[in-house]
């Protein structure tokens, strides 16, 4: 599995529909199960490229199997505005993407009930 997972994420942050679509294998696909989307590659650039704003993000976390790659990637905007996190599971077959399931989460705080029962502290300042 030769995939280099972050040139993929840095062609998907800088929406680079060209360099995206060289990772994928043709009949791949993109599940985003938080809104119940699934995408086919052509779907999948366009719903990224189309994107409203500039981004940028870092790979926090990543794991590779003999066929996958796990990433936890921290996206946000460039103006600062909006910032997600987003678990990909994705199967690689002969250095190219053939699936990815998605997870994502907007960043912010604490539910209100959470913080008035005063449980758990904060991972960053």
């Given at each position: 599995?030769?995939?280099?997972?972050?040139?993929?994420?840095?062609?998907?942050?800088r929406q680079d529909a060209d360099?995206?679509?060289?990772?994928?294998?043709?009949?791949?696909?993109?599940?985003?199960?938080?809104?119940?989307?699934?995408?086919?590659?052509?779907?999948?650039?366009?719903?990224?490229?189309?994107?409203?704003?500039?981004?940028?993000?870092?790979?926090?976390?990543?794991?590779?199997?003999?066929?996958?790659i796990i990433t936890a990637t921290?996206?946000?905007?460039?103006?600062?505005?909006?910032?997600?996190?987003?678990?990909?599971?994705?199967?690689?077959?002969?250095?190219?993407?053939?699936?990815?399931?998605?997870?994502?989460?907007?960043?912010?705080?604490?539910p209100q009930w959470r913080q008035?029962?005063?449980?758990?502290?904060?991972?960053?300042?």
């Amino acid at each position: 599995m030769e995939l280099d997972v972050k040139a993929f994420w840095d062609a998907v942050l800088r929406q680079d529909a060209d360099a995206i679509r060289g990772y994928f294998h043709p009949d791949a696909w993109v599940n985003w199960h938080n809104t119940n989307e699934h995408f086919a590659v052509e779907e999948f650039i366009r719903a990224n490229c189309e994107y409203p704003g500039e981004w940028d993000g870092e790979i926090e976390r990543s794991f590779t199997t003999d066929t996958h790659i796990i990433t936890a990637t921290h996206v946000y905007s460039k103006d600062q505005k909006m910032s997600f996190h987003v678990t990909s599971f994705m199967h690689v077959v002969e250095g190219k993407i053939a699936s990815v399931e998605e997870y994502w989460g907007d960043d912010g705080e604490a539910p209100q009930w959470r913080q008035d029962k005063k449980i758990g502290s904060k991972i960053k300042g």
